[in-house]
């Protein structure tokens, strides 16, 4: 089993940038798929981005390709979400999932974090 803490969130203005790290515990980040989701208020839960266990391939929603990478440190066992030229419309809580196969853009994730609010003013 892995716990999973996110952090990194906060105020941002348009055009900026964040990253927000996702910190594992009781199991190494490179043994799963890791996933990032998004969900603003009063919407659903989205997929964003992910990294993938075996060969660290990534996939990104088609609003954040371009701007937004994930990447691991195996090192620090933690996931991170680099998010660049920030959008008002990229405003929600931002959470880190862990799956043990490949990546997928539904919720099919065994673990999740607790979230962490993004915000971004225009």
């Known amino acids: 089993q892995v716990q999973l803490v996110e952090s990194g969130g906060g105020l941002a203005q348009a055009g900026g940038s964040l990253r927000l790290s996702c910190a594992a515990s009781?199991?190494?980040?490179?043994?799963?798929?890791m996933g990032w989701f998004r969900q603003a208020p009063g919407k659903e839960r989205e997929f964003v981005g992910g990294?993938?266990?075996?060969?660290?391939?990534?996939d990104y929603t088609d609003s954040v390709k371009g701007r937004f990478a994930v990447s691991r440190d195996a090192a620090k066992n933690t996931v991170f979400l680099i998010m660049n030229s920030l959008k008002p419309e990229d405003t929600a809580v931002y959470y880190c999932a862990a799956r043990s196969g490949t990546i997928v853009r539904t919720e099919r994730y065994d673990y999740w974090g607790q979230g962490t609010q993004v915000t971004v003013s225009s």
């Open positions: 009781g199991r190494t980040v490179s043994g799963y798929t």
């Open positions: 990294i993938s266990r075996v060969t660290s391939s990534t």
